[in-house]
């Protein structure tokens, strides 16, 4: 069974900082590419960042683009998204995903 569980969301003030994880589990992680996208209150998905499997490269929304950096430690099954200079609209419901299934979310809101 596919399980990706998010963690690391939380309330920080603008311009502030966070870190999300994303535990892996039940598929071959090494060899699958990934993603975030999140979910802003009454909007629809968003895709924000991804990353091939070996983690050579990445991409980004241009909404988040300079400010968030996606990694991934293939070793622990584990994928990443550094959020720096964090703005009131970045707040939303933080997803995990292998591009077939989905984690449950991590709030992030970022309010002052």
């Known amino acids: 069974e596919v399980q990706l569980v998010e963690s690391g969301g939380g309330l920080v003030q603008p311009g502030g900082s966070l870190r999300l994880s994303c535990a892996a589990s039940g598929f071959t992680f090494s060899t699958s590419s990934m993603g975030w996208v999140r979910q802003a209150p009454g909007k629809g998905l968003e895709w924000v960042s991804a990353i091939r499997s070996s983690g050579g490269r990445t991409s980004y929304a241009d909404s988040v683009k300079g400010r968030f950096t996606i990694s991934r430690d293939n070793g622990k099954n584990t994928l990443y998204l550094e959020m720096n200079s964090l703005k009131p609209e970045d707040t939303a419901v933080y997803y995990c995903?292998?591009?077939?299934?989905w984690g449950q979310g991590t709030q992030v809101t970022v309010s002052s």
């Open positions: 995903t292998n591009f077939v299934s």
